[in-house]
């Protein structure tokens, strides 16, 4: 086990006299994820310090941290006891935490399979912008506007509030994993992943490069090996995933902006010049162009989806529709009044 630490009272101290002096904080953990939104001019509020696994039931399925523990201490406790995050969080960095997982929201190639990390946050404690520790959810509390505010949480990158506790469904791991690579073009690979995903098929990760489908089957040993035969190809070291999700493959490098398109699992090619890897079934693309962001986020948006760019600074996100404005300024009132929090990484007046 790792260090256990709880440091509330000092986070709740540096955030009321923040409130006190009229000037903002910016929320940092492991700083993995530094690349992702515009930067925000604060005084840096540290969360590692607080840390520490506080409830670990295997029989119940949940898992209780302080936001400040090592996301990788957090996958230990849960691989020790023959279980898993479902949502594969990246952690594109060495240190990254649990605050951080749940802040930037980033799930991993099982998501559409398994589903996203604020599908699988069942509670948080936070301290929010009127200077008060928070508790959200358990199992589900909805507040007066009908919102899960727990899960508002996930992909917020701090914005509602500085996140301390994290309750979380976590689940059994797959008795069998066997990945496949099976040789074929993009437009036949998405035609093929649509065909299956109607099918009884235990895949739990597609990913194309190209030229090249990979597969993940995960399940009992009799489904997993009797869609293996179905399937045909041949067998992937499975180690493939981890550096997809960690953005270690070939792919990544190279001096193009990284662009993640979040898109709907049918759409077909993508016309945008640069590089392309389907990821997700297709729902999530990676894309390195050198195309202006503005080109970019409109074609995302005309297919139904959005762009972010990694490391884009200010053109990281598209501009957010009238109607979801008002309710993350509305939000934003509720929850951080005086804009203590991350001012601008999500958007420039939030």
Request: charged share 20%; with cysteine; proline share 6%.
């Amino acid at each position: 086990m790792g260090m256990d630490r709880d440091i509330s009272q000092d986070l709740l101290e540096q955030v009321n006299q923040a409130l006190n002096q009229g000037t903002a904080l910016r929320i940092q953990g492991g700083n993995s994820k530094a690349m992702l939104g515009r930067a925000v001019a604060g005084e840096v509020i540290d969360t590692r310090g607080h840390c520490g696994i506080l409830s670990h039931d295997p029989t119940e399925l949940v898992l209780t941290a302080r936001a400040g523990t090592p996301l990788r201490e957090i996958e230990a406790v849960l691989h020790e006891a023959g279980q898993m995050l479902p949502c594969e969080p990246p952690h594109l960095g060495a240190g990254a935490t649990l605050g951080g997982m749940v802040a930037a929201g980033l799930s991993g190639p099982r998501r559409p399979w398994a589903g996203a990390v604020r599908d699988q946050v069942l509670g948080t404690r936070l301290i929010s912008g009127h200077g008060k520790l928070l508790r959200l959810g358990g199992e589900v509390m909805k507040n007066v506007a009908g919102y899960d505010v727990s899960r508002l949480m996930a992909g917020s990158f701090g914005c509602l509030g500085l996140l301390t506790e994290v309750s979380l469904k976590v689940l059994p791991r797959p008795r069998e994993t066997l990945s496949l690579r099976l040789v074929m073009d993009r437009r036949q690979a998405l035609a093929k992943l649509a065909e299956w995903g109607q099918q009884p098929l235990p895949i739990s990760a597609a990913c194309h490069d190209g030229d090249t489908l990979y597969l993940r089957l995960e399940g009992g040993a009799g489904s997993v090996q009797s869609a293996r035969q179905r399937l045909g190809g041949e067998v992937l070291d499975s180690r493939f995933w981890s550096d997809l999700r960690e953005q270690r493959l070939a792919f990544f490098n190279g001096p193009a902006p990284l662009w993640r398109l979040s898109l709907p699992a049918t759409t077909g090619e993508l016309d945008l010049p640069g590089r392309q890897l389907v990821d997700w079934g297709g729902a999530q693309r990676w894309l390195k162009s050198d195309a202006p962001a503005q080109s970019i986020h409109a074609r995302a948006a005309t297919l139904g989806g959005h762009a972010t760019g990694y490391g884009a600074g200010d053109a990281s996100c598209a501009p957010l529709p009238a109607t979801l404005l008002r309710y993350h300024r509305a939000l934003k009132q509720q929850l951080d009044p005086q804009g203590v929090f991350n001012p601008g990484r999500l958007y420039p007046d939030l």
